[in-house]
């Protein structure tokens, strides 16, 4: 999920932060190698006290009692440290990183900062590249467990002037990175509720503690549950039936609860399946392995025609549907990431809209698989087996009110182009963002 955080964002640079760290580092690399264990704990107290103040008694101790055959060598390793310490801290003190404020704490008349938590991953990262190509400054707080360092490496190169964009290691609230899949949340539910709800608990707290006053909310159909009848509007009664459409009902719950009271501007989006990635071949979907088994369809597909898995799993051919297999309505990740814009645009303080992100139309699993086989040009092979738990049989969506409110309408509607699309990225990283891209072709 992803929020617009229009205000400052105070604290130090990523930069400042990494010149400490280096610092800590470079002096304690060379304290610590005194043989003397004694002396060894004591001078561990240097890096601090050089610019907190006097040196620690404890040090003093260790310098009357310290073996005199030695002594000479300990002196000139502490005149040592002592002399590249005041070097490094004259160094940052004279570089403007360190003086001038970093433009990611400022606000400017005119440029609006999003933060974007999650903004290393599949959707996140194509969001980011969005708001950046439309002159937004742009946060990334991501921890990395399951987004990637090198989709922000990609954003780097695309958008390397100063002030545009700045990366964040962090984790909302020490909590577990961004979920998202269906049958992982039957299986970790606690996990969900903490990352899901929990956290932007965290995020709306931090937003009305420093005066945020926008917030666009990347929801799910999965809040629905299993209609009775479709298409899916978003006057349809949510209804979820597994721990991830819960987790993030409970989410919807407390931000309108807390914006009735507030003149937050709220957009809250509910999107279908996604598929797709970046059409000029920036990004794509990059999961890690252990979590291929839960991620999306597109990805399993795409694994058994790289041969990376034997074949692909279709679970469950006995719903209530055409062919037996579930329906859904996907998304293409371009289309999602413009709606998102859309409705950035368009918040307006004390104001809250809710829209469902989709096509309009179903498509079975047989179906996508038989469009992945074609956009692919490879043979996979199919197993069919029993349903997954936490699955429903159809989800489609009516996208007239996101159509009429926001004048947004789905562009990438061709299934098998959008799968050829994602491909041609998954061809040329095979290895994810850590492959030297090969040559992209058509």
């Given at each position: 999920?992803?929020?617009?955080?229009?205000?400052?964002?105070?604290?130090?640079?990523?930069?400042?932060l990494q010149g400490e760290v280096l610092l800590n580092h470079l002096v304690q690399s060379l304290l610590l190698g005194a043989k003397s264990k004694r002396f060894s704990k004591c001078l561990a107290l240097i890096g601090p006290e050089i610019s907190q103040g006097p040196i620690d008694p404890c040090l003093l101790e260790c310098m009357d009692y310290a073996d005199p055959k030695r002594k000479s060598n300990v002196v000139g390793k502490i005149l040592l440290a002592a002399t590249l310490t005041a070097l490094c801290i004259l160094m940052l003190k004279q570089s403007s990183n360190f003086t001038t404020p970093s433009p990611f704490s400022r606000h400017e008349p005119g440029v609006i900062h999003v933060l974007v938590t999650?903004?290393?991953g599949y959707i996140g990262s194509h969001a980011a590249l969005r708001l950046l190509k439309d002159s937004h400054r742009v946060t990334i707080v991501d921890n990395l467990s399951r987004g990637n360092i090198g989709a922000v490496k990609v954003l780097q190169e695309q958008f390397p002037e100063p002030g545009r964009l700045q990366f964040i290691y962090a984790d909302l609230g020490d909590a577990k990175a961004t979920v998202a899949y269906v049958g992982e949340s039957t299986l970790e539910p606690l996990r969900y509720y903490h990352n899901i709800t929990s956290n932007t608990l965290v995020v709306l707290e931090a937003m009305a503690a420093h005066g945020v006053n926008t917030l666009i909310y990347s929801s799910t159909c999965a809040t629905y549950g299993e209609p009775e009848k479709m298409p899916?509007?978003?006057?349809?009664?949510?209804?979820?039936?597994?721990?991830?459409?819960k987790a993030k009902k409970m989410a919807e719950d407390m931000i309108l609860d807390f914006s009735k009271n507030s003149e937050m501007a709220v957009m809250i989006l509910r999107y279908f399946n996604v598929i797709g990635s970046d059409p000029e071949g920036r990004l794509g979907e990059a999961p890690r392995p252990e979590l291929r088994e839960h991620g999306r369809i597109s990805g399993a597909c795409f694994d058994a025609a790289l041969g990376v898995i034997p074949g692909l799993k279709v679970k469950g051919t006995d719903y209530k549907t055409p062919d037996g297999t579930c329906v859904r309505d996907y998304i293409d990740v371009t289309d999602l990431v413009d709606a998102h814009v859309k409705a950035l645009n368009k918040a307006t303080p004390g104001k809250v809209g809710i829209y469902n992100v989709g096509t309009g139309k179903g498509r079975s699993v047989k179906e996508f698989v038989e469009?992945?086989?074609?956009?692919?040009?490879?043979?996979?092979?199919?197993?069919?087996?029993?349903?997954?738990?936490?699955?429903?049989?159809?989800?489609?969506?009516?996208?007239?009110?996101i159509n009429l409110e926001l004048n947004w309408t789905a562009k990438y509607i061709d299934l098998e182009e959008s799968l050829r699309v994602a491909w041609r990225w998954q061809k040329a990283h095979r290895n994810g963002y850590g492959t030297t891209p090969l040559a992209m072709a058509s």
């Open positions: 999920m992803w929020y617009s955080w229009l205000s400052k964002l105070g604290g130090r640079s990523v930069l400042h999650g903004g290393a899916i509007t978003e006057q349809t009664p949510q209804v979820p039936i597994n721990p991830y459409g469009a992945c086989k074609k956009a692919t040009g490879g043979k996979i092979k199919v197993e069919y087996l029993a349903r997954r738990p936490g699955d429903y049989a159809e989800v489609y969506s009516d996208p007239s009110k």
